[in-house]
Structures are given as structure tokens and as C-alpha cells.
């Protein structure tokens, strides 16, 4: 059931029908953790294990088959080896003590590659075959190399020669031949290898030798040339000079900037008010002509405008005035003079210091070519010493290997083959085998996955539809039609016939219903998770509306073969064996399925009441042991089915079914590519969507759910047939001595 809250609105559609739409409120989230993503993982890596294991095993069984088949025919392969040191493995060892340099031609590492060419070189080859050929004839070049292998043991200075063959004895000469062989060679090839790298370092020293010189003269004339010792403190001492400039240069900045102020604010009037106020002198005669001003305003109180005494005060008052404007155009031209000649000195000083700034800023960037320039110098001049003497050791080297004896190649593994064959190896193989078919059948099978378009589990399901979930319904087999109230309990019809009607849960459930009784007795368990889950399924559909209940639904699926009949069937069952007044309405004219899973006659149905004037209490037919329950078959194919479902008739039907049965359910065609069941579903208080597990198409259930959004239809959830999962906890609460709980 889904463990979700559900919540109704109701909202009065075009047709003045109340639609109840279902409202799922989550569940409080809690914090995941990486370890429950691990977890949902494996359980579905096992699920997928689970449902194609006939592949994996077919797969497996193929594999393993052939792998067997081949190994019992494999033919016996025996094989033999000996290793040969190709470098000694330290100069002591070699040269009488005499110790050598660390960077010796000697002590560079071979070419393992190449050698190994050369061992298995037709050239190299031709002077074996004849003493091979005399014992052998059919001994040829390919052939020998076809069965020949030459290998470097790991990062050793050893090779292993190795030779298989169904001829032990085969094995024996080939191996001691080759052995004698290589070691004739690597005597022989020794001392002309060593003469040739004395010539090759003679010739060699004399450029090198020039080479070190021109480089020693070339960075005396650059040291000489640019004064350039040590590059790292001069260019320290450059960064330092350039700063102080910069830092000069910005202070000289900040003073221009505030004397260019300074004359922009002396050529306002508010600037040079501002400077007068500073002025002396200035501040003198404006302290003399306001006491001038107090006195005259004075005066005035007392005298008349034309007395001596004003006139006095007037005069003096004229006087002051010329005085005042000539102090303040002298002073404030000072100011100006003083601001202007300072902003010329300071720009002066501004562009001296740019220009030696520039040039240190020159002299600073050329540092580094100069002082890459003098890394390259010395960085040649080290590589040419270091080779030079290089070459001075290993031709003092190669002069000591040739004045004395060399050891040539040694035989550390004389040649040797094993008891048991190599070929067929019967437990690698088979390990082989195994695991290799279990990686195909696993890998086709998740391939056959990701081609699988439908959903396997309930929670895939939720997890990608948009719609309300109601219910989940388990795979049954033993529901397959029609299901007599008592025989659930007797395996046998002819035992059944034998027991009263009144053994079945659902007539009990049906007769407690009318008396009245608690439905929640040792009867209401057991009887199985099907009708457990119809009984949870009802109940989800019921609280949808508690204020309206439901009268009238109807039920589609995706396409054909959801099992929508089958649910609605026994959802009709169910709600009647409650107590309601239930009428089942076959609504799929184009291909009735009520009267097969009901085991009625379908001689006459709704199509015959739609195209004709037979009463419609003609068409219903009663279920046996059932009362409640009512069924309308579909009747006879019509030519078109979507017109008499659209017809006016088929609305007064359905008024008629509403005002007479406590709920009315319409089993419609599938939704995709019909118009029926939409038709139908206009007319109900909503549609429930029946969706099969592993069978319901995920594009077509996805075209169906766009399509419904612009739809009047009342979508009231899906329903999830065909679980094949098993629920844990149904045992506990419907095994013996466990309490009984309502759903």
C-alpha cells in the first residue's frame, strides 16, 4: 500500500461533475546516505540477475559446452627451456677487478628487442637448421619459429629460449642445438662489437673536444660584453630601482594632483572665498567694514538718513570698499601665481621620472633574454664537458675489454623440459571458460534489459509517472476468472459442491456486511495476498472523497493484455462482497472479456440495449453467490463502437446505473490509438489506469500521460498489476496467533 498521505480537492469540471483529484503529500524526507545507494544498486543488479537467468544460464551452458568439447580435443603439447645471461651483471666480475666508471658503454642497456630479432632472423637461423634436419627432415624455418619462443624474463638481463612439441626427444635436440648455437655466436660477435665502439669513440672525441671549447669562448665575450656575472642579484637589484621609481613617481603624481586642484578651486568664487578667508589683511578690512555697518545701522535708529553723522559713516563705508577688492584680486592672483608655477615644477619632475622609469622599466625586461641567453650558454657548456668525458671513460673502457678476455653469453639454465604437458591445461580452461560465459550471459542479459521498455518493479514505476499511485496487485495464477465465495478454501469443484455457500470469505464477508458484523475475524486473513491487495486497493479508492463517495468508475490500461478486465472484476467482487450494490458494465465492445473471466452467455449485452429497445434489465445478469454483484456483458461487436458510447442513449444509461447501484464499473477498451474508454471515462466520477508489470509499454504509458494533461478526464491513479515481488510483512500479520489489523 502506498506509504504516502493522500489529500482530496474538489473542483467542478466543464460538466458541472465534481472531479476528486488525489493529492499525495511525500513522506518526510530523511537524510540518505552513500551506503543506501550501494544498496539500491545491488538489488537491482540482483533483480536483473534474477529475471534473465534463463539467458545467463543458456549462455553459460552454450559456452561451457563448446569450452569442453575443445579441451577434450586439444591435442597433448609438451614443452622445454634453458636460459642464456646476455649481460653480466657487474663490471668486478667481468674485467679482474678493475673498477669502471658508472656511465661504461658496457653498462648501457641492450636492446632486447632487437636481439631477439636477431635470434629468430632467417640469416642467424640457416646455420642451424642442417645439424637440425639430419635427425628431422621435416624441420623447416616456419615451422621451427611457428613453435619457437623468445622472451626477456621480466626487467632481468636474462632470455629464455623455449620450444614446444608432441615429440619429447624433438624437444631435447632443438633445445640443445640452439643452446651451443647462441653461445658460439655471442664468442664470436663479442671482440668485433668492442673494436667497433673503440672507432666509433675516436671519432667521436675530436668534434666534441671543439665543441667544449667554442662554448668556454662564447661565454667569456658575453661577460665581458654586457658586465653580466651573476643574474640573479642584478636583475634583484633592477626590481629594487624600479620600485623606488615607481613609488617617486607616484608621490610626485599625488602632489600635481592636488596642486591642479588647488588652481581649479581658486578659479571659483566659492574656491577663492575660501582662500580670502585664510587672507590677513583681507580678514582686516572686512572685520572694519562690518563694525562700519554696525555702527550706520545704529545710527539710522537714531538719526535721520540725511544727518552728518550718517553721512560720516557713509563715507567711510565707500573708502573701504576699493580697498577690499583690491586685496582680494591681489591676493588670490598670488595664490594662482603660487599654484600655477608649482604645477609647472611638479609636471617638470612627473616626466624626468617617467623617462627614467622607462628606461630602467627597458633595461629590466631585457634581463631575462640576457640571463636565458647566458643558462643556454652554460647548460652547452656543461652537456659538451659531461660528454666529452663521457666518451674519454668508455673508450678507456672499451680499451681494457680488449686487451683482456671477455666471457661470452653464459648458459645459467641448461636446456630441460617439464614431465607434465602444457597443452590442454584442463582446470584453466574450464576457469576460463566459466567466467567467461559468465560474462557474456550477464552481459546479454543487461543488454536484453536495456532493449526491455517496460517496467519491472513498482518503484520504477512510481518513480517515473506523474500520476497518483493507489494500489499494487500481486501475480496470482490461481486467479485466473471467476472465483466462487467457498472455493477458495477446497481445492476440488466436486468438494466444493459439497460444502455449503456459506463457507466462502466472501459470502461471510458478504453476510457479516448485512447483519452488520466486524469484518475483521480469523475468516477476513488468509485467504491470500491478491484479495488482500484488491481490499487495499478498494479502501484507497473509497478515501479519495469522504464527503462524495464514488459511484461510478472506469477502468483502462495502456494497451491490451494489462489485465484491466481481471481487476475490474474482482474489484467488483470485492466491493460488493462490502456490502454495495455493484454493477460491472462490459465497455469494450470491439473485444469483450467480462463474460469469459465471469463465465456468463454474452448472446445479448450492451450493445443490443444501445441499438435496439430492449430493456436494459434484460442485459443484467447475476453472479452466482453473489447477489450484490450485477454484471452487463458486452454483447454482440457493433459496427461502431465509439458512436453508440458517445450516443445520447448511452448517457441516460448511465444516470440510470447511478440513481439504481451503489457503484458502477466500466471495463473500457485500452486508452492508446481508441477513443472508448475516453468517452466512457467523461461521463464517470474518474479513471482508474491499470499498469502490468513487465508487460505495459514505457513510451506508450508515457504518450498516454501527456495526452491526458489537456484531458476533462478525472485520472483518479494508477494501479500496478502483475507485482511478482513478495511482501515480507504479509506472513506476520496473517499468520495464526498474530492479532488481526484492518488495512
Do not use: C
Not at 614446444?164 to 655466436?185: A, C, G, M, P
Not at 609636471?347 to 631585457?366: D, G, I, M, P, Y
Not at 557474456?440 to 542479459?445: E, L, M, R
Not at 491513479?717 to 515480507?728: S, Y
Amino acid at each position: 500500500m502506498n506509504n504516502q498521505n493522500s489529500t482530496r480537492i474538489s473542483t467542478p469540471n466543464e460538466n458541472g461533475r465534481v472531479i476528486i483529484t488525489p493529492e499525495f503529500v511525500p513522506s518526510q524526507n530523511f537524510p540518505s546516505f552513500s551506503t543506501e545507494d550501494e544498496d539500491g544498486n545491488l538489488k537491482d543488479f540482483l533483480a536483473v540477475l534474477q529475471r534473465r537467468a534463463l539467458v545467463i544460464l543458456g549462455v553459460v551452458s552454450v559456452v561451457m559446452s563448446t569450452v569442453i568439447y575443445s579441451t577434450l580435443k586439444e591435442e597433448t603439447i609438451y614443452q622445454g627451456n634453458f636460459h642464456i645471461l646476455v649481460e653480466p651483471v657487474n663490471s668486478d666480475s667481468r674485467l679482474g677487478q678493475i673498477p669502471l666508471p658508472d656511465y661504461s658503454i658496457n653498462n648501457a642497456n641492450l636492446d632486447y628487442d632487437s636481439q631477439i630479432q636477431v635470434l629468430r632472423s632467417q640469416e642467424l637461423m640457416k646455420d642451424v637448421l642442417p645439424y637440425l634436419q639430419s635427425s628431422y627432415p621435416d624441420i623447416t624455418y616456419n615451422s621451427l619459429l611457428k613453435n619457437l619462443t623468445i622472451r626477456r624474463l621480466g626487467s632481468t638481463k636474462i632470455i629464455e629460449i623455449s620450444y614446444k612439441n608432441q615429440d619429447r626427444k624433438r624437444i631435447e635436440l632443438v633445445l640443445n642445438t640452439l643452446s651451443k648455437f647462441y653461445l658460439k655466436y655471442s664468442l664470436e660477435k663479442r671482440k668485433t662489437k668492442l673494436n667497433q665502439g673503440v672507432e666509433f669513440v675516436d671519432k667521436q672525441l675530436p668534434p666534441i673536444k671543439n665543441r667544449v671549447a667554442q662554448l668556454q669562448q662564447q661565454l667569456q665575450i658575453f661577460r665581458q660584453r654586457y658586465n653580466f656575472v651573476d643574474p640573479e642579484n642584478q636583475s634583484t637589484n633592477v626590481g629594487k630601482q624600479l620600485q623606488k621609481l615607481e613609488e617617486e613617481r607616484l608621490e610626485i603624481d599625488q602632489q600635481l594632483a592636488t596642486a591642479r586642484a588647488t588652481y581649479v578651486s581658486l578659479s571659483t568664487p566659492e574656491g577663492q572665498q575660501a582662500t580670502l578667508n585664510e587672507a590677513p589683511i583681507y580678514s582686516q578690512l572686512i572685520s572694519q567694514l562690518r563694525q562700519l555697518e554696525a555702527q550706520l545701522s545704529a545710527e539710522l535708529v537714531r538719526f535721520q538718513p540725511d544727518s552728518p553723522s550718517i553721512a560720516v559713516l557713509e563715507d567711510k563705508r565707500e573708502n573701504l570698499l576699493p580697498l577690499i577688492e583690491d586685496e582680494q584680486r591681489r591676493y588670490v592672483g598670488l595664490k594662482l601665481a603660487e599654484a600655477t608655477s608649482l604645477i609647472q615644477k611638479l609636471e617638470v619632475q612627473s616626466q624626468e621620472l617617467a623617462r627614467v622609469e622607462q628606461q630602467t622599466k627597458s633595461k629590466f625586461q631585457q634581463l631575462p633574454i640576457l640571463a636565458r641567453q647566458y643558462s643556454e650558454i652554460q647548460r652547452n657548456l656543461q652537456m659538451a664537458n659531461e660528454s666529452y668525458n663521457r666518451f674519454l671513460s668508455a673508450r678507456e673502457d672499451l680499451v681494457i675489454q680488449v686487451a683482456q678476455t671477455e666471457l661470452p653469453w653464459e648458459l645459467i639454465q641448461a636446456p630441460n623440459q617439464g614431465e607434465a604437458p602444457i597443452l590442454p591445461n584442463i582446470p584453466r580452461n574450464l576457469l576460463m571458460g566459466l567466467f567467461s560465459s559468465l560474462a557474456a550471459g550477464i552481459g546479454i542479459a543487461f543488454l536484453l534489459e536495456k532493449l526491455d521498455n517496460t517496467y519491472h518493479t513498482v518503484a520504477s514505476l512510481k518513480e517515473k509517472i506523474k500520476l497518483p499511485f493507489l494500489g499494487t496487485l500481486p501475480t496470482d495464477k490461481t486467479i485466473t476468472g471467476y472465483q466462487s465465495p467457498y472455493r477458495n478454501l477446497i481445492g476440488s469443484e466436486s468438494e466444493s459442491r459439497k460444502i455449503s455457500p456459506g463457507n466462502g470469505w466472501l459470502s461471510n464477508l458478504f453476510r457479516r456486511q448485512i447483519r452488520g458484523d466486524s469484518y475483521y475475524g480469523n475468516s477476513y486473513y488468509g485467504q491470500g495476498l491478491f484479495w488482500e491487495s484488491l481490499q487495499v486497493l478498494y479502501a484507497n479508492i473509497q478515501m479519495l472523497n469522504s464527503d462524495q463517495p464514488i459511484r461510478s468508475l472506469t477502468l483502462s490500461s495502456t494497451m491490451p493484455g494489462d489485465g484491466k478486465t481481471t481487476v475490474s472484476f474482482h474489484l467488483a467482487q470485492i466491493a460488493a462482497a462490502l456490502g454495495k450494490r455493484v454493477l460491472l458494465v462490459d465497455g469494450d465492445l470491439r473485444r469483450a472479456q467480462v463474460h469469459r473471466i465471469s463465465g456468463l452467455r454474452n448472446f445479448s449485452g450492451l450493445s443490443n440495449v444501445l441499438t435496439s429497445n430492449i430493456p436494459v434489465e434484460q442485459v443484467i445478469q447475476q453472479l452466482p453467490d453473489m447477489n450484490l454483484l450485477s454484471v452487463i456483458t458486452a454483447g454482440p461487436p457493433p459496427p461502431d463502437p465509439a458512436r453508440l458510447l458517445s450516443s445520447e442513449k448511452m448517457k441516460q444509461l448511465i444516470e440510470y446505473f447511478n440513481e439504481n447501484f451503489d457503484l458502477v464499473i466500466y471495463d473500457a477498451p485500452p486508452m492508446l490509438g481508441l477513443v472508448d474508454a475516453r468517452l466512457l471515462a467523461t461521463q464517470t466520477d474518474g479513471m482508474l489506469l491499470v499498469v502490468r508489470i513487465d508487460k505495459t509499454d514505457k513510451s506508450a504509458l508515457m504518450q498516454l500521460q501527456d495526452s491526458l494533461r489537456n484531458s476533462p478526464i478525472n485520472v483518479l491513479g494508477v494501479i500496478a498489476n502483475g507485482d511478482k515481488q513478495k511482501a515480507t510483512s504479509y506472513h506476520y500479520y496473517h499468520s495464526p496467533g498474530k492479532e488481526a489489523r484492518p488495512f
